[in-house]
């Protein structure tokens, strides 16, 4: 059993946990996840690492509450504990030691990015950090992320904080105002980051995005996280969840994300008319 | 007067296994084979010749004494039996069921020379499930030697290779500790075969006895992720691994439209069938998505369990899509029975070049070509040939893809000096499961490719014998 350590409310539907997982803390690095199974009846889901502590043996992790399993884990408290956790999956980012990185997250997408950030500052790079969300109360983790950023950009779909717009228009804004860019990291929901990458393309910048495909095992044993990279199928869970995200077949995987909505929204009704333990 | 002794008349053909009827069973999970009764044991056991030779036993990886169990059978003293079989099997109620006795003890059975052979796998899955309905764990179950004194020895995969090979030497008196990556233990036989064929809670029973050995099962731990080879031998103070890492990476077609919705690899299907327990959505919280019309190509038993599964998940036709013909079919002829009447469809020599899809993705149907046999190739087999301008289509809208898998390559990735063959498996030594690396040894599908539970077993039975001999000689 892996207790709930602490327990936090970011931002409306989306929670901030610390996990207790020695072993997984222990090797845990930044651009890794995890496979979460919350109970008995559970099904198996990657999340991604958003900190570590391996002193605490802790993982932090930040949950959109989205789908029957993540509201079921919302239900949990500190005290609780999660009956699997397994990790740490995939492999670690890449990360550059010098030039500049523009490092973009959209909504939850900043939780991982954020061990990123703080890697590549604690490196060296000049890092140009960029950060979206539908409005100022969606916005999540920005101090932290500042603290370890040389610039700090937001965007808000309705600008009640930051710009009004979104990510990529402060990207191009930088690009065209002649910024020095060497890479660009951009981890955030998919059609974010095929937008960015749309913009990335034309100006022939390096540019990795992380998926958060979906998983059963997390080992590579099913297969269910295909995903074409350069006319080639790779696993996210073995072969990512990292790639070039110029490589990647975006629309592919926007179908793919879809299998099980219909299936989904079942399983939601029950949640909320209350016949089923979330526990 | 003296009266002769009254010869018994020579049954030729083996008692039948009691099945549910294919028409029910083609709706349910439920075991499909019932078992032996005590009276169905006693008559099928008296068949056994009980002849000098005992050729069935050279038929048996795991070297069980197969006409002793008979014979105690066959004088109705079940638990004896079970206590036979295992001296050298630690799962008998999982071989009983899914073991191809046909290539195995029963291929060699001297009653097959004329007649059917005597039915050994059905006689020990009966001996087996008698002993976990009746008889009491025993508190304390026998050891065959201390020479492991506590020494500690790290098994990595809960499969058939890994919980023989961490028996086998938890009997020796070493202490052992199998690292599973999953949240349950019992690999292939909990995340592939399926309920109907195996039950988990037999699963499950047979791997309380190995953990009532001593043995400790540690899940959710990925070696190679969550902790390396390396760090059992040198930080975690283990002094010889056995690798039991299988073969659980699919293989694809590589063919387009493979990644549409709805092409599911025969792992995936299975996985989410019977370890996450789909079938039971939405009580248990994994989806799986089984249209109405399913294909699944290959003839492997992983393709006819698939197909079965998905029948039992409620399609409402079910097409096996195999390049060669029924000959070549690699799955158990009874397995192919039980599907045909169920009603399974089997096409044979025709394989698919495209998987077709709609404009969301979601598969519609799957174009074929017509295939023929040539010349055998290297495994002996007359190999397929494709033939010109036969392409036709079948509307489906779920494929799964059941042509083999490959050896996990997590471990021998992360693992430095071990030697790794050329398709990804681990080189080691047969006898002894030795690998490149001292204190390294290895088995089952790991080594040898996709093969079976018995064989698996049987190269952790000899991994175990072979540890201990290293161990020994080096204290």
């Not at chain 1, 502590?53 to 949950?63: A, E, P």
């Not at chain 2, 007359?382 to 289509?393: I, Y």
Request: glycine share 10%; proline share 5%; net charge neutral.
């Amino acid at each position: 059993m892996y207790p709930i350590q602490v327990k936090r409310t970011l931002a409306p539907g989306v929670r901030l946990y610390e996990i207790s997982a020695p072993l997984v803390a222990r090797k845990a690095q930044p651009g890794q996840f995890v496979i979460v199974r919350v109970n008995e009846t559970g099904e198996r889901i990657p999340l991604t690492i958003a900190d570590y502590d391996r002193k605490m043996g802790t993982i932090t992790m930040v949950v959109q509450e989205i789908g029957f399993t993540t509201k079921t884990l919302a239900k949990m408290e500190v005290g609780d504990a999660l009956l699997d956790f397994i990790g740490p999956l995939g492999n670690p980012s890449e990360l550059r030691d010098s030039g500049t990185v523009v490092c973009i997250g959209g909504g939850v997408g900043c939780a991982p990015l954020y061990p990123q950030v703080r890697a590549l500052s604690q490196k060296g790079v000049n890092v140009i950090t960029i950060v979206g969300a539908r409005s100022a109360e969606h916005l999540i983790l920005t101090r932290e992320l500042g603290r370890y950023s040389n610039q700090l950009h937001i965007a808000t779909d309705d600008g009640s904080q930051g710009r009004k717009g979104f990510v990529t228009d402060i990207l191009k804004d930088l690009i065209e105002q002649g910024t020095p860019i060497d890479q660009v990291i951009a981890i955030g929901p998919m059609i974010m980051m095929k937008v960015v990458t749309g913009v990335t393309k034309q100006y022939n910048l390096p540019t990795m995005i992380s998926l958060n495909s979906l998983m059963v095992d997390g080992t590579g044993m099913c297969g269910s996280c295909r995903v074409t990279v350069g006319g080639v199928t790779k696993f996210a869970c073995v072969d990512g969840p990292e790639f070039d995200a110029h490589q990647v077949d975006f629309d592919e995987q926007m179908k793919r994300a879809a299998v099980y909505r219909d299936q989904e929204a079942k399983a939601l009704a029950r949640l909320d008319c209350g016949c089923r333990n979330g526990h | 007067m003296s009266e002769k002794p009254k010869k018994k008349p020579l049954v030729k053909v083996k008692r039948p296994m009691p099945e549910q009827d294919p028409h029910v069973r083609a709706g349910n999970f439920d075991e499909v084979a019932l078992g032996y009764s005590a009276e169905d044991a006693i008559a099928e056991a008296e068949r056994c010749l009980q002849c000098k030779e005992q050729n069935c036993k050279q038929g048996c990886p795991v070297e069980v004494d197969i006409p002793e169990f008979i014979a105690e059978i066959k004088e109705g003293r079940f638990a004896e039996a079970a206590r036979v079989i295992r001296r050298k099997n630690n799962l008998p109620a999982i071989c009983g069921r899914v073991c191809p006795q046909e290539n195995q003890c029963e291929q060699y059975c001297l009653m097959g020379k004329k007649f059917e052979p005597v039915g050994i796998g059905r006689l020990e899955r009966f001996v087996a499930d008698y002993a976990l309905q009746n008889e009491q764990p025993e508190e304390s179950p026998a050891r065959e030697s201390a020479s492991g004194s506590g020494r500690r020895v790290a098994v990595v995969g809960s499969g058939p290779a890994g919980l023989t090979c961490a028996a086998d030497l938890a009997r020796m008196g070493y202490q052992v500790t199998i690292f599973e990556a999953l949240h349950k233990s019992g690999g292939v036989l909990v995340y592939g075969i399926p309920e109907f064929r195996l039950p988990k809670r037999v699963v499950q029973t047979e791997i309380d006895y190995v953990q009532s050995l001593g043995v400790e099962i540690k899940v959710n731990t990925v070696i190679s992720k969550t902790l390396s080879v390396d760090e059992l031998l040198d930080e975690f103070g283990f002094e010889a691994v056995f690798i039991g890492t299988g073969a659980g990476a699919p293989r694809f077609m590589r063919i387009p439209g493979e990644n549409l919705i709805g092409v599911y690899s025969a792992n995936e299907f299975l996985t989410r069938t019977n370890l996450m327990k789909a079938y039971l959505f939405p009580e248990y919280a994994t989806p799986i998505r089984v249209g109405r019309r399913v294909a699944v190509v290959g003839a492997g038993n992983v393709a006819v369990d698939s197909a079965r599964t998905a029948l039992r998940l409620g399609a409402e036709s079910v097409q096996i899509f195999y390049r060669r013909s029924r000959d070549e079919m690699p799955a158990r002829l009874e397995e192919f029975l039980h599907a045909e009447e169920e009603g399974i469809e089997f096409n044979f020599l025709i394989n698919p070049v495209r998987i077709i899809g709609d404009e969301r993705g979601w598969v519609t149907g799957m174009e074929c070509i017509r295939m023929t046999l040539g010349e055998p190739d290297e495994s002996g087999r007359r190999s397929p040939v494709p033939v010109d301008g036969s392409n036709c289509e079948f509307e489906v809208d779920t494929v799964v893809i059941a042509i083999g898998q490959s050896p996990n390559p997590l471990v021998p990735r992360t693992t430095p000096g071990l030697e790794i063959g050329r398709r990804g498996t681990i080189v080691a030594d047969e006898e002894t499961g030795q690998t490149s690396r001292e204190g390294v040894f290895a088995g089952g599908d790991i080594v040898t490719g996709a093969a079976t539970v018995i064989l698996a077993m049987g190269a952790g039975k000899k991994a175990a014998r072979a540890i201990d001999a290293y161990l020994s000689a080096k204290y």
